[in-house]
């Protein structure tokens, strides 16, 4: 009985090592044979995190680029509210993928990129122009960007955030606008 208690233990020692290294976290590990999180996303919602989180990008920096380049007030003012908010829905969406397990890009892409490098090379009205003019087009873009997620998204995490960011969205194109009118004269 003895022999057979010792052989249980030695047998018992010898496989928790071997089990020790086939468990995986929670959630899987870079070498796990967990799919990671963001495969769980749908490509509608991966392409929803990647657009929204350049185009919140851009708006940050080409308001910023306003901020130095305009000569009107209202411009500025307009510049200063995008910084605000964007600054604030670029910190929602970066929580929201932390949690979902996805990395949004980091870097503008190659069209925006373009569009803030052209913006820099104007200055005065011809600035304020093109700008505002970007600004109305851009937040058409968006607005129509969140409303498919808001629609169609699958994750819900992310179609909360599209719910919720489109009212200031949708302020903002007004504001554009407007403010492209007002300068238009």
Known sequence: MKSLLTTIALVALLAAPAAAQTAQPRGGTAGSAMPPAN???SAQD???????????MA???????????????????????MITDHTKINADLQAITGRIGVAPPATLDKEHAAMLQRLGKLSGSQFDKSYMQDQVSEHRRTISLFEKEDRSGQ???????????????RRHLQMAQDVSAQIGK
């Open 39 to 41: 495969a769980k996303l």
């Open 46 to 56: 991966r392409d929803f995190v990647k657009r929204a989180a350049i185009g919140g």
């Open 59 to 81: 708006e940050v920096e080409e308001a910023k680029l306003a901020a130095q380049h305009t000569q009107s007030d209202a411009v500025k003012n307009f510049a200063q509210q």
């Open 155 to 169: 994750n819900p995490e992310l179609k909360t955030f599209a719910t919720n960011t489109l009212p200031t969205l």
